[in-house]
Every structure is written in structure tokens, then in C-alpha cells.
């Protein structure tokens, strides 16, 4: 499959435990973010995005936090299912400028 | 509802030459992005197309180029290869400009030797 980072930081967690993966960001401007979930030899793909007037959202097994205080995006994962093996991804976007993404955090799932 | 396609998956060009990378949307969206992404440097913004009108460029040299077309369909361009535009290449779509929800593409795998 496709090689997305040679040397990113990764992520390893035991099956049925919960994934923390965090991201800080760069601008304080930025109002919009978003993760993202790249499996091997597949394009990202969209899990949760939350916008700066929220602090917290969550979606199916999955919750995004906000910290704008401290310019930083954390990314829980319930139960982490090995399907849930992947680079995971988060962007920024600051009104209508370009996405901005981090380097990802590659997340290994131990049976 | 069909994923955005991107064609071909795979090609193999020499430095030097140049290539064009095709990308369909999903249908109904009329906002098409590019991104390169390698590993040293990860996915990087090329260019946002709406309305066959460029709306946002990255920061990549004019050998990088794309048009839009009125069914929305996109192309991408690069002229005079580099060792260093070995990339995957990805495209995605949004129903609007602004790039907010965006579907991907499985990425076209550009090598140059």
C-alpha cells in the first residue's frame, strides 16, 4: 500500500481500549477542523470535523475536542477495532483559506 | 452515489517530461481540490477549482497547473518533471467552494525516474 510518512509519530493501543490522537495547530485564526482517516493505498477519509465555536463533538464511536486556548485538537476513538488501523489526520482551515493539514499520527491496534 | 474517481492509479514518467492527472467528483459537487502528499512533506495544498475558476492556490511553483471543466471534472498538469514531484496525488470534492466536508479520491501514484 501507499507510504504516507515514513517517520510519523504513531499510536499503539490494545484492541477494545480507547485511541487518543492529538494535534496542535498552528493559527489562531483557524475557525474549522477536521479529521481525517487514511488506510493503506486509500485516500483520506473524512470521520469528524467541529467548528471554533464548539469545544467538544462526537460522532459514532468517535469524539473531537477543541482547545483554543492552548491551539490543540484531540481525536478519542471508543473501543478501538482493529478496521481502525490507519494514519490519522488533522486540517485546519481559517475562513476561506486553503486546508491546512498536520503529519498525521500513525494508530496500531495489538490484538 | 459514486466516490471520486481519479485516473490513472498508477504512472511512471521521465524527468523532464510532463503529465496530466484527471479527477471526476462526486456528482453534485462543484469544488474540486488538489493535494500532493509525500512522505517528507505530508499532504500539501495545490489548488482549489469552483466554477471552473481557480480559487485558491498552494504554494507550488508554475509548473503545477489545473483547469476545471463545466461538468466539473478536473485536471491537473506538470510540466518539466522532477525527481522530487514523485508523489501521490489526491483530489477532492465538496458540493461548494470553502472546502468544508471533502471526500477524497484514491490518489494518483505519479513516479518519476
Known amino acids: 500500500g501507499e507510504s504516507v510518512g515514513l517517520h510519523l509519530p504513531t499510536l499503539s493501543v490494545q484492541e477494545g481500549d480507547n485511541s487518543i490522537i492529538n494535534c496542535a495547530y498552528s493559527?489562531?485564526?483557524?475557525?474549522?477542523f477536521i479529521w481525517y482517516k487514511q488506510e493503506s493505498g486509500k485516500g483520506p477519509q473524512f470521520i469528524i470535523d467541529?467548528?471554533?465555536?464548539?469545544d467538544k463533538r462526537q460522532g459514532q464511536r468517535v469524539t473531537v475536542l477543541l482547545n483554543k486556548t492552548v491551539k490543540h485538537l484531540s481525536l478519542q476513538i471508543a473501543a478501538t477495532q482493529p478496521g481502525d488501523s490507519a494514519v490519522y489526520f488533522c486540517a485546519e482551515r481559517s475562513g476561506a483559506q486553503k486546508l491546512v493539514f498536520g503529519q498525521g499520527t500513525r494508530l496500531t491496534i495489538n490484538p | 452515489k459514486a466516490g471520486v474517481t481519479q485516473t490513472p492509479r498508477y504512472l511512471i514518467k521521465t524527468r523532464g517530461q510532463q503529465v496530466t492527472l484527471s479527477c471526476s467528483p462526486i456528482s453534485g459537487h462543484r469544488s474540486v481540490s488538489w493535494y500532493q502528499q509525500t512522505p517528507g512533506q505530508g499532504l500539501q495544498f495545490l489548488f482549489e477549482?469552483?466554477?471552473?475558476?481557480?480559487?485558491n492556490k498552494g504554494n507550488f511553483p508554475g509548473r503545477f497547473s489545473g483547469r476545471q471543466f463545466s461538468n466539473s471534472r478536473s485536471e491537473m498538469n506538470v510540466s518539466t518533471l522532477e525527481l522530487g514531484d514523485s508523489a501521490l496525488y489526491l483530489c477532492?470534492?465538496?458540493?461548494?467552494?470553502?472546502?468544508?466536508?471533502?471526500?477524497f479520491g484514491p490518489g494518483t501514484r505519479l513516479t518519476v525516474t
Open positions: 493559527n489562531s485564526a483557524s475557525d474549522y
Open positions: 477549482y469552483f466554477s471552473e475558476t481557480q480559487r
Open positions: 477532492a470534492s465538496s458540493l461548494t467552494a470553502g472546502v468544508n466536508e471533502q471526500y
Open positions: 467541529i467548528r471554533s465555536n464548539m
